[in-house]
């Protein structure tokens, strides 16, 4: 294998293959299918490892009072798109977990992407008692018992999958903080090996990627210590270390936090869109308040969608008479979409006109070919808002039943069966649609899955995304519209946030000071008047022929500034060349020559960790200078050698950002005592108003990041 073609093994507790292989529940599930398709297309060597859930997510039913109902059918293997798995002998191959003080035995399955297998481990076996058989039947269902076990399953059982398939990654790639204990298991198969734990924890670290989907603290899975200590306990002392050191990769806020573990374990990181990576960064921060926000090692690689999955039938006819012949192969190339705008605008129309069409037959809606039909479908979280469309219903009916420019809303999406504020959303949208002023106006359509949301991003006319800002991480069903030609009205949130350009849809600011009662205000006052002075008119405007040309000409740009920049093609590039490719390097420098590297830096952090205490910045005095201010600060280092740390000056700079001056060391005053200088280009007063201070950080060409060790060492006070 070409050392530019590192092996990946992608761990996801969902994966959204086919609406024919119900386990996955929303967004987090649907990316990972797209992420392993495009895997296929561009013929990476990726592998996908999850679960499969025997009652999958729960099937969504609506009572007449809008109550939700979930129901979990059981699901034969037999019956789903999955083949088993053989050992060497022919016979179904299985791998053993322990969970508590027994052992789990789980049967392997493997999906296809092509070309990509995705394996699936499953407990519902004979060999398994009949509660621990429960144990792989619903996706994020049960109380925190099962979902460690569930997560212990991914994690450890995932390792030892792929073990036993015989595939051996370059790259481990955690999706989410659900496969985190991954980390664990590999740590305690160099432990076998007789490897230190820090060594063994060094080579894990350099050889794994992880992508963060949550900007919620609350959204990070947490254990109790005792939980750990219960269901992992006779598993610690495996792993070379003492419980202490084990639970110290997790440990946030007297709970074990299965992202700061993922976080502890990984030499990238990466949020899902640009804005989400800064609220990750601020996240994180609190973990290591130290460490200004700004220099919080979090990437960010935004989201995209499997354009292939998602496009309707009639754009693509349109698009393979008009494209480039290999426009499939192009995606993620600005170039291949030019040709959009050649084609004829009453021909755009009448493709997404019968998209709609068999929208509205699918989903049993009346029709809807003459009124502006808007879409909103996603997962029922009060952070979503699908109440704000509701703040004002005399403007509401208003635009819905206006004489010229009517408008209809499409609603769906489930609420978790423990959310009880989600569920009541999904009661008053029911509510709202069963009032004489909106029936036929407002609908609910149950039970959202793949088929469903595909229908809905390729046949209604205006997608509508109304979150909190800035809680939402990414967001992938509004791009799954924009590349249907259907254009986004959208708080400028996730990936809209770099999508949205003033031509191809709508944004709402989103605002963000201010109590929630407020935002919620501004933000709905904002979304009546798009909807009604500027969406409807352009809507209804039509020529001599009936084709609305403006409104086409925003679908246009819809498609072409979108498709190539929020493709899973552009997206798994990206990993490729920014993370997948250099972390296979470090790793295989990490792990070559018994893992040489790995020991040098896991004894080098070890002693850092154990002097830090003795590293103190003693004074800092400002002088004019020709050139500006001069900075000198005494630094006590004590065994820590000087080429071992970086000492800067660091301040505000007035627009959310940081400057800063590295300062060199001029003098030694005593055995471990160095005088560091620098020369601050302006005047004392800017370094005084910038909030301005000196630091030590310890650095090596080893890390992965300047701030890996977590460690800073700031000035008390300077004159």
Known sequence: MSRLQPKVAYFSAEFGLSESLPIYSGGLGILAGDHVKAANDLGLPLVGVGVLYRRGYFQQRIQEDGAQ?????????????????????????????????????????????????????????????????????????????????????????????????GFEPDVWHMNEGHVAFLALERIREYSAEGFPFETALEAVKASTVFTTHTPVPAGHDQFSFELMDRYLGDYFWQLGSDRDNILGLGRHNDKFNMTRLAVQTSSKVNGVSKLHAEVTKELFHKWSPDIPPQDVPVDAVTNGVHTETWLSPE????????????WTREVANPETWTKVEQIPDEKIWE????????????????????????????????????????????????????PERPVAFVFAGKAHPADGPGQ????????????????????LVENYDMNIGRHLVQGVDVWLNTPVKPMEASGTSGIKAAINGVPNCS????????????ENGWGIEGKTDGGRGYQDWVDGETLYNVLEGEIAPLYYERDDDGVPCEWVAVMKHSIRSITPEFSTARMVG???????????????????????????????????????????????KLQPHEDGTRVQASIRLGCIWHADVRVEAVGSDGHGGIWKLELRPVTEFLTGEYLYEGVYPDRMEVWRRSNANVRVVPVSPDFCNEFELELTCWGTHWR
């Open 424 to 443: 009541d959303l999904i009661r008053r949208i029911v509510e709202v649609s069963k009032m004489e002023s909106f029936r036929g106006k407002v609908f």
């Open 315 to 326: 754009l693509r006819e349109l698009y393979d008479q008009h494209l480039v012949y290999n």
């Open 491 to 502: 708080v400028l949130d996730g990936w809209w946030d770099e999508g949205y350009n003033g």
């Open 574 to 620: 990206e990993y490729w060349r920014n993370a997948y490719v250099p972390v296979a390097e470090r790793g295989r420098r990490f792990a070559a020559n018994r893992l040489e590297v790995a020991q040098r830096v896991g004894a080098y952090k070890k002693f850092v960790r154990n002097s830090w205490d003795n590293v103190y910045v003693q004074e800092i």
């Open 69 to 165: 109902e979930a129901l979990y059918p059981p699901m034969n293997p037999e019956e789903l798109p999955v083949q088993p798995v053989l050992d060497a002998y022919g016979q179904p191959l299985f791998v053993d977990v322990p969970i508590g003080k027994r052992i789990v035995h789980l049967r392997v399955w493997q999906a296809n992407a092509g070309n990509v297998p995705v394996y699936l481990m499953d407990a519902d076996n004979d060999r398994n008692n009949d509660h621990d058989r429960r144990l792989t039947d619903r996706l994020y269902g049960g109380d925190q018992e099962t979902r460690i076990a569930h997560e212990i399953i991914l994690g450890i059982g995932g390792v030892r999958v792929l073990r036993a398939v």
């Open 351 to 402: 493709a997404h006109q019968a998209a709609k069409q068999r929208m509205t037959d699918r989903l049993s809606l009346p029709n809807l070919q003459d009124v502006l039909t808007i879409g909103f479908a996603r997962r029922f979280a009060t952070y979503k808002r699908a109440y704000l469309l509701f703040q004002d219903l005399e403007r509401l009916e208003r635009i819905v039943h206006h």
